[in-house]
């Protein structure tokens, strides 16, 4: 049933190639709006435009700078409120700190939870994420939590005849249950690594389960930032992978010591990313290959304005 109440696509500052690609699918023009970075750090946000009685939803994503994008979100909740909107959607392809959602020792912020707390008190009426780091974080919210999977845009890459001798790699146990659906849409086998975590940038692998000789290793993970998950794959190879390792990543933060191991490294074939988070020219090496998520996007909006189940288009991991 088609909403009473118009759509509309605003976009803040962290990632305006998605929304114009959202809205181009939607066949609608992008709201007009701007955010200014004042001399002094502060923002200043500006709805350019009437939006009275309509549903908005924002595109804006946890890309850096992570915390001026936090706050710039914030600041155009409240203004969209206050410009007396229907209703207002984030769509939040990278929710922002969702590695810090739990305590892993003694007096922490659950960075995660606080995230929450910031947008449901700017009244925020929906969110929506891709690939969260921890799935519990839908229950930190009160309000609708919607939370998608570029799982089958990026399973459908790895289905060609050119990775039957492919294996699906989860780079640690908490990843397991991820790629066992790699698996089960790509039809490959699965291995899995299990490592130890010594401190916010050290690792150390301890096993890998599963029989990876001569195969060619298909190495998943929900975020790729210092590239730690390349780690892996002097293990991987002697224990006799074979062929050139592939890794499908759905948010590619991509930090500078990340991009020369990808490009330094003869065994990495590619890297294939979704655009959750922007790819600027200088990370778009030629061993980075990026898959839009914008008609995923787009169909799931389309869906929830006209009150359409979008069960059917998930995937729970």
């Known amino acids: 049933m088609p909403s009473q109440h118009p759509l509309q696509i605003f976009t803040g500052s962290s990632h305006p190639e998605l929304a114009v690609e959202i809205a181009q699918f939607l066949n609608i ?63 939040m392809p990278y929710y922002p700190y969702a590695r810090q959602e739990r305590m892993s020792r003694g ?14 008190s700017q009244r925020v009426s929906r969110v929506i994420y891709v690939d969260i780091h921890a799935p519990a974080i839908q229950g930190f919210f009160s309000v609708p939590v919607d939370p998608l999977s570029a799982i089958p845009i990026l399973s459908a890459y790895f289905r060609s005849s050119e990775f039957s001798n492919g294996m699906i790699v989860s780079p640690d146990v908490g990843r397991a249950k991820v790629a066992g659906k790699y698996a089960e849409l790509t039809g490959l086998p699965l291995a899995i690594i299990h490592k130890r975590r010594d401190s916010f940038t050290e690792t150390r692998l301890t096993h890998l389960v599963g029989d990876v000789r001569g195969r060619q290793p298909i190495i998943i993970d929900d975020v790729m930032a210092g590239g730690s998950i ?3 794959l002097d293990a991987l190879y002697e224990n006799g992978a074979e062929g050139r390792a592939y890794l499908a990543v759905t948010h590619p933060v991509l930090l500078p010591k990340a991009l020369k191991k990808i490009e330094e490294d003869e065994r990495i074939g590619k890297v294939v990313v979704t655009n959750t988070l922007p790819v600027p020219l200088e990370k778009r090496i030629d061993k980075i ?29």
């Open 107 to 120: 007096r922490e912020s659950i960075s995660a939870r606080v995230m929450a707390d910031l947008l449901e």
């Open 29 to 91: 023009p992008l709201g007009q709006s701007t955010t200014t970075f004042l001399p002094d750090g502060e923002l200043h946000v500006r709805i350019d435009e009437v939006v009275r009685g309509k549903d908005v939803f924002l595109l804006q994503t946890g890309s850096a700078p992570v915390n001026d994008h936090i706050i710039e979100t914030l600041l155009y909740l409240d203004a969209f409120r206050r410009g007396s909107v229907n209703s207002v959607t984030l769509v």
């Open 230 to 232: 390349l780690d892996e």
């Open 289 to 317: 290959e990026v898959i839009s998520i914008a008609p995923l996007l787009a169909g799931i909006i389309q869906d929830i304005h006209e009150e359409r189940s979008i069960s059917p288009k998930m995937v729970f991991c």
